[in-house]
T-cell receptor, first 115, second 115 residues
C-alpha cells in the first residue's frame, strides 16, 4: 500500500521568498513521485516527476524537488515565489511495477503568495 | 480539443437522483482514469480503462457507481441514487499509455453537489 502526507494544508509566503512544500510518502516498492499543480478553475498540471536516476528533479516554472530515500521525502521548492505561483499543489506516488497506473495523492497544499 | 474535456462542469442534483458525468479524453489516448476529490481530501482513484482490456473498478466506492467507455473514446461515470456524501469534484484523466514516460493529463473536473 502507498500513502502520501503533505505537511501543511496551507502555506503562505511573500513574493520573492523561498517556497517549500513538504511531501512524505510510504511505499513498499521503489516509488515514482510526482508534483501536480492546480490553478483556480483548471485541471491538474504536472510540475515534475521522479522516476530513476538523478534525485534532484527540475520542473516547470522554476520548481524543483529532491527525492530523499532515507527520509522518504520529496519536498518541492522554488527559490523565489511569484504571484502567479498561487495555486494548490498535490504530491503523488505511483508504484514502479505491477498495477502501476494508479496515482495515490496527498490532500494538497494551498500556496498563497502575498505582495 | 487539445485537452481532456469534461461535462457538465457543474451539477446540482437532489438526493436520490441519478447523475451522469462525461469525459472526452485526448484523441489517441488509450488509458483513461476517473478520480474523485472530496472537500479537503486528496484525489481518490475510482476506475481505470486501458484500450479493450477489462477495466480496473477497484476504486469504485459502492455499487451505485458505474462507468463505461466505448473503445478509446468517451467515458461516462454514472452515480445512481445520489447521496450527499457523493458531493465532490470528479476528475477524468487520460494518457497515451501507462508507461512512466507517459504524462497523465487531467480535465478541469465536474463539480457535483447533492442537496
Amino acid at each position: 500500500a502507498q500513502s502520501v502526507t503533505q505537511l501543511g494544508s496551507h502555506v503562505s509566503v511573500s513574493e520573492g521568498a523561498l517556497v517549500l512544500l513538504r511531501c512524505n510518502y510510504s511505499s513498499s516498492v521503489p516509488p515514482y513521485l510526482f508534483w501536480y499543480v492546480q490553478y483556480p478553475n483548471q485541471g491538474l498540471q504536472l510540475l515534475l516527476k521522479y522516476t530513476t536516476g538523478a534525485t534532484l528533479v527540475k520542473g516547470i516554472n522554476g520548481f524543483e524537488a529532491e527525492f530523499k530515500k532515507s527520509e522518504t521525502s520529496f519536498h518541492l521548492t522554488k527559490p523565489s515565489a511569484h504571484m502567479s505561483d498561487a495555486a494548490e499543489y498535490f504530491c503523488a506516488v505511483r508504484r514502479s511495477g505491477g498495477s502501476n497506473y494508479k496515482l495515490t495523492f496527498g490532500k494538497g497544499t494551498l500556496l498563497t503568495v502575498n505582495p | 480539443g487539445a485537452g481532456v474535456s469534461q461535462s457538465p462542469s457543474n451539477k446540482v442534483t437532489e438526493k436520490g437522483k441519478d447523475v451522469e458525468l462525461r469525459c472526452d479524453p485526448i484523441s489517441g489516448h488509450t488509458a483513461l482514469y476517473w478520480y474523485r476529490q472530496r472537500l479537503g481530501q486528496g484525489l481518490e482513484f475510482l476506475i481505470y480503462f486501458q484500450g479493450n482490456s477489462a477495466p480496473d473498478k477497484s476504486g469504485l466506492p459502492s455499487d451505485r457507481f458505474s462507468a463505461e467507455r466505448t473503445g478509446e473514446s468517451v467515458s461516462t461515470l454514472t452515480i445512481q441514487r445520489t447521496q450527499q456524501e457523493d458531493s465532490a469534484v470528479y476528475l477524468c484523466a487520460s494518457s497515451l499509455g501507462t508507461g512512466i514516460g507517459n504524462t497523465i493529463y487531467f480535465g478541469e473536473g465536474s463539480w457535483l453537489t447533492v442537496v
